[in-house]
Every structure is written in structure tokens, then in C-alpha cells.
């Protein structure tokens, strides 16, 4: 289970973030398909870091809302 960002850019394409693994972003006409390139994103990003025998960060971060 990774935690995903995931926001309307500027280019009206929504963008989507994985934090707990750096450059790990990815982008979609639609919220689903954002969704699901992510995914496709962390899924890569992890193997290849599997391949070169380089630890996988572990998911640290924990989010929440503020009032301003």
C-alpha cells in the first residue's frame, strides 16, 4: 500500500504522486486514469529498484486536513 497525492494541474490533466517514493508521478485525462498510471508508476519504481538491489523506501507519511 503506497498513499498517493492526487490534484487537478494546470493543463486541466490531474497529476498524481506517490511521496514515499521520490519522482514517482505520473498524470491522467481523468482522475481514473491518473489512478491507475500511478500505479502502473509505483509498480515500476519498485521493481526497478528490486533489480538493482536497492532497498524500497518504506511508506512513511501520513496526511491529514488543516483549517486556515
Known amino acids: 500500500m503506497r498513499q498517493v497525492i492526487i490534484y487537478k494541474g494546470e493543463d ?8 514515499s517514493l521520490p ?18 508508476a509505483i509498480e515500476g519504481y519498485i521493481e526497478t529498484l528490486k533489480q538493482d538491489k536497492l532497498p524500497v523506501p518504506k511508506e512513511h507519511y501520513d496526511t491529514m486536513m488543516v483549517a486556515v
Open 12 to 19: 486541466n490533466y490531474w497529476v498524481a504522486e506517490c511521496p
Open 23 to 40: 519522482g514517482c508521478i505520473s498524470q491522467g485525462k481523468t482522475r481514473e486514469e491518473a489512478v491507475a498510471n500511478i500505479k502502473e
